[in-house]
Antibody, heavy 118, light 110 residues
Framework: EVQLVESGGGLVQPGGSLRLSCAASGFTFSSYWMHWVRQAPGQGLVWVSRINENGRGAYYADSVKGRFTISRDNAKNTLYLQMNSLRADDTAVYYC???????????WGQGTLVTVSS | QSALTQPASVSESPGQSITISCTGTSSDVGGYNYVSWYQQHPGKAPKLMIYEVSNRPSGISNRFSGSKSGNTASLTISGLQAEDEADYYCTSYTSSLTWVFGGGTKLTVL
C-alpha cells in the first residue's frame, strides 16, 4: 500500500525556517517525481515545487523561489522541503504527492500544517 | 504563474449532469494535454479523478469524464450523487516547467 506521511509542520515566526519531511512507503520511491502542494486555510490548492527521480531537477512556484528548497533522499525514501524566510502568507497545510511525470498526483499525504505568526 | 480560472461554485440535482470548466492559456492548458482534475472533501487530501485531460485512474467511476478544447478543459460528472459534493480542482503543466492549479469549484448536490 502506497503511503505518504508528512511531518515537520508547526508554528514559526515570520522570517524563520522550517523543514518538512515526507516519508514514503509501498512503492519504489526513486522511480517517481515528487511534488509539494499547499493549501491556505479555507483556500484552494497551490502548486509549490517538484523534484525529479534522482533529485537533480527541481522547479518552484514564483512565490517560493529563492526561499524554499526541495530535496530527496532516495536511500531513506524521504522527500523534504526546506522553507526559509517564512512569511505570513506561507501559512498553509503542505501536502506531498507522488506525481508520475505528466499524470498528476496519484497519491497524497494527509498534510502538515505550517503556521507563520508572531 | 496565474491560477487557472474555474467557476467558484456550481450546483445541480441528484441524477443530473454538471460540467466544470478550467480556463488557462496557450502556455498551459492549451499547450499540453497534461490537465488533471482532483476531488477534495472537507479536511481530506485531494483525490485524482482525471489525468492527461481525459483518462480515469483505476477505481474512478465512469461517471467522471474530462475533455479539452483550446485553452479550456472541462470535467463532466454525470448521474450526480450526494457523495460527489466536494471541491474540484484542475491543474495543468506549464511552459515554465511548473504546474498551476485552478482556484477550485465547490459542487453542491441539491
Amino acid at each position: 500500500e502506497v503511503q505518504l506521511v508528512e511531518s515537520g509542520g508547526g508554528l514559526v515566526q515570520p522570517g524563520g525556517s522550517l523543514r518538512l519531511s515526507c516519508a514514503a512507503s509501498g512503492f519504489t520511491f526513486s522511480s517517481y517525481w515528487m511534488h509539494w502542494v499547499r493549501q491556505a486555510p479555507g483556500q484552494g490548492l497551490v502548486w509549490v515545487s517538484r523534484i525529479n527521480e534522482n533529485g537533480r531537477g527541481a522547479y518552484y512556484a514564483d512565490s517560493v523561489k529563492g526561499r524554499f528548497t526541495i530535496s530527496r533522499d532516495n536511500a531513506k525514501n524521504t522527500l523534504y522541503l526546506q522553507m526559509n524566510s517564512l512569511r505570513a502568507d506561507d501559512t498553509a497545510v503542505y501536502y506531498c504527492a507522488r506525481w508520475p511525470l505528466t499524470m498528476g498526483g496519484d497519491y497524497w499525504g494527509q498534510g502538515t500544517l505550517v503556521t507563520v505568526s508572531s | 504563474q496565474s491560477a487557472l480560472t474555474q467557476p467558484a461554485s456550481v450546483s445541480e440535482s441528484p441524477g443530473q449532469s454538471i460540467t466544470i470548466s478550467c480556463t488557462g492559456t496557450s502556455s498551459d492548458v492549451g499547450g499540453y494535454n497534461y490537465v488533471s482534475w482532483y476531488q477534495q472533501h472537507p479536511g481530506k487530501a485531494p483525490k485524482l479523478m482525471i489525468y492527461e485531460v481525459s483518462n480515469r485512474p483505476s477505481g474512478i467511476s465512469n461517471r467522471f469524464s474530462g475533455s479539452k478544447s483550446g485553452n479550456t478543459a472541462s470535467l463532466t460528472i454525470s448521474g450526480l450523487q450526494a457523495e460527489d459534493e466536494a471541491d474540484y480542482y484542475c491543474t495543468s503543466y506549464t511552459s515554465s516547467l511548473t504546474w498551476v492549479f485552478g482556484g477550485g469549484t465547490k459542487l453542491t448536490v441539491l
